[in-house]
């Protein structure tokens, strides 16, 4: 099975946006109000235009898909570096490594590779019970919260990408 990772274009509005309302079922079971989780498609166009939103594409499905909110955009993170976001695996794919194999390849080619920043960060709900756990094991580590008024409070972390880089700059 063939699987390119790409930037996400208008034209796939639709299939990102069933993918990410398939992705964030569970999200909607827990009552976490994740803005993914009930984006309509404007919404979601919307997202694509002002993002880098890119997808995991196997054999012509999307079954993955994470974006980059930047700092000069209209919804920066709390770091100013990039913010990741909207971070989604089809269910079906479950465990098998997908959702880890998209953030790496984020990591490593978009952040590290092409845009050389030193650092990102990302937000999850403290009433998720496993995604904390699952961004510090992937390096991830805490810098704060917030309540955005969204029925939970928002954990922020930050990873380090380019130490080179970081160290210089702090």
């Known amino acids: 099975m063939a699987q390119i990772y790409r930037l996400a274009t ?19 079971e827990l009552g ?33 898909s994470i974006s980059l ?13 990039p913010h990741i976001g909207w971070f989604s695996v089809d269910p079906e794919l479950g465990r098998k490594g997908v959702g880890s194999q998209l953030l790496t390849w984020l990591e490593e080619k978009i952040l590290c590779d092409s845009l050389k920043v030193p650092a990102v960060t990302l937000g999850t709900a403290d009433k998720h019970p496993w995604l904390a756990a699952y961004y510090e094991k992937k390096g991830y580590e805490k810098i704060g919260e917030k309540d955005l008024g969204r029925g939970h409070i928002t954990l922020y972390f930050r990873k380090v990408i380019r130490k080179d880089l970081y160290d210089q700059l702090n």
């Open 10 to 28: 208008l034209e796939d509005a639709e299939k990102v946006h069933h993918l990410i309302l398939k992705a964030n079922a569970i999200n909607r």
């Open 32 to 64: 976490i109000n994740f803005a993914a989780a009930t984006a309509d498609l404007s919404l979601v166009q919307t997202h694509i235009q002002n993002n880098l939103c890119y997808v995991l594409e196997e054999d012509g499905r999307f079954i993955a």
């Open 69 to 81: 909110r930047l700092p000069w955009g209209l919804q920066p993170g709390p770091a100013g570096v």
